[in-house]
């Protein structure tokens, strides 16, 4: 059975710092490339970063870039999002997904809500 | 940015209707693209990859058409289980995805 399980996230002041975690298995993790996806609340889906992979190649949605940095560890089956310098508007369920020409798989999500 | 413009925003229909639901591209993305039902508190689900072809397990009542910037999901006939939000996505301008805003489809 696939599985995705996405740990890490919590409630954290602006300006602080997360790190979200997403545990993969059931499948063959190196036979795909890897991506978060986020979702505010009552709102729709946006792609945050993808890597691809071996980790040699990481992508970002604008919003996010110089701030969160997407690694993988495949020793470990797992996919990492250290999110830095943190805004209100970052405030959403972080998905971890398994790329191959669509978002594959899906983990259930993790929220991460940026309030003082 | 392709900006992908889903219409109507709810759709209001009953059990053994048809729902024919659209996505519209900013540009042409040839056939890169998907469609994804989510339901109230759960993951998104893939089920259609490529314009036009059903992901592994999604039952033949679910079926998409279109290529380069209008796009087409319908649902043949609708169970009740079908109710949900539905997105598209794009893949065309890799490695920048974009999803639509949605589309509601309520019981009447």
């Known amino acids: 059975e696939v599985q995705l399980v996405e740990s890490g996230g919590g409630l954290v002041q602006p300006g602080g710092s997360l790190r979200l975690s997403c545990a993969a298995s059931g499948f063959t993790f190196t036979s795909y490339w890897m991506s978060w996806v986020r979702q505010a609340p009552g709102k729709g889906l946006e792609w945050v970063a993808n890597i691809k992979k071996d980790g040699s190649e990481k992508y970002y949605v604008d919003s996010v870039k110089g701030r969160f940095t997407i690694s993988r560890d495949n020793a470990k089956n797992s996919l990492y999002l250290q999110m830095n310098s943190l805004r209100a508007e970052d405030t959403a369920v972080y998905y971890c997904?398994?790329?191959?020409?669509?978002?594959?798989?899906w983990g259930q999500g993790t929220l991460v809500t940026v309030s003082s | 940015e392709i900006v992908l413009t889903q219409s109507p925003a709810t759709l209001s229909l009953s059990p053994g209707e048809r729902a024919t639901l659209s996505c519209r591209a900013s540009q042409s993305v040839s056939s890169y693209l998907a469609w994804y039902q989510q339901k109230p508190g759960q993951a998104p689900r893939l089920l259609i990859y490529d314009a036009s072809n059903r992901a592994t397990g999604i039952p033949a009542r679910f079926s998409g058409s279109g290529s380069g910037t209008d796009f087409t999901l319908s649902i043949s006939s609708l169970e009740p289980e079908d109710f949900a939000v539905y997105y598209c996505q794009q893949r065309s301008n890799w490695p920048q995805i974009t999803f639509g805003q949605g589309t509601r489809l309520d019981i009447k």
């Open positions: 997904a398994a790329y191959s020409s669509s978002f594959y798989y």
